[in-house]
């Protein structure tokens, strides 16, 4: 089976694209002005493939209702979560609904396994038996496929190698002009240009 699963860790992305918009000098407030390209990261995760499920997770701040329902518009199933404190027992709960979703569809499917396509670069829990690297290894042991989608400078470096060895380990840092886009700054701050998304190159993109 060539179908994909995609989960997709909202949180993690957005956040690490935010810490290298900084790194990249987009100019003024890029922190503030990045924003993701949806059409363009979802196609990367996919990679033209058929897509049997998609879902992700994040937080329901007003400013990201465009976002989610570019999203739900295209397919993928949104859960939304309060912010609560800060820190990381706030980012638990999607974490580990979309934890969930995967071991309930290595379960549905496991006579026909498929491809997992991962976007997220949190190995947090696998010393204790939990988390996303120990899910996709349970999955992996059932036959599925599997890649991962993240930020070079902050996906877990365990969880990295193995993805490497196993499946495949995709580099968003490769695809940032593509998958990214900038905003102008907001009057009253210092001028910055808007800046588009280049053109999606697959041909770069490894698959497991």
């Not at 860790?9 to 922190?31: C, H, K, T, W």
């Not at 968003?172 to 002009?177: E, N, S």
Request: glycine share 8%.
């Amino acid at each position: 089976m060539d179908k994909v699963f995609i989960y997709w860790d909202n949180s993690n992305i957005f956040v690490e694209a935010q810490r290298l918009a900084e790194e990249v000098n987009e100019g003024p407030g890029a922190r503030y002005r990045v924003r993701i390209n949806f059409d363009n990261m979802l196609r990367l995760a996919h990679a033209d493939r058929p897509v049997e499920k998609a879902f992700a997770a994040g937080s329901v701040p007003p400013e990201m209702r465009q976002l989610w329902n570019r999203m739900e518009s295209n397919g993928v199933e949104v859960q939304l979560f309060d912010r609560g404190s800060s820190g990381r027992g706030e980012q638990e709960i999607p974490d580990r609904f979309l934890q969930l979703r995967m071991l309930e569809d290595a379960l549905d499917y496991n006579g026909d396994p498929g491809i997992v396509v991962l976007l997220t670069g949190d190995g947090a829990g696998y010393l204790e038996g939990a988390g996303f690297h120990r899910t996709l290894e349970r999955m992996h042991k059932r036959g599925w496929r599997v890649e991962i989608l993240s930020w070079a400078h902050s996906c877990n470096q365990r969880m990295r190698q193995w993805a490497r060895e196993n499946g495949a380990f995709v580099a968003l840092d490769d695809f940032y002009d593509a998958i990214t886009f900038m905003e102008p700054s907001r009057p009253g701050f210092e001028f910055a240009m808007a800046r588009d998304s280049a053109k999606l190159d697959l041909s770069r993109r490894q698959m497991a």
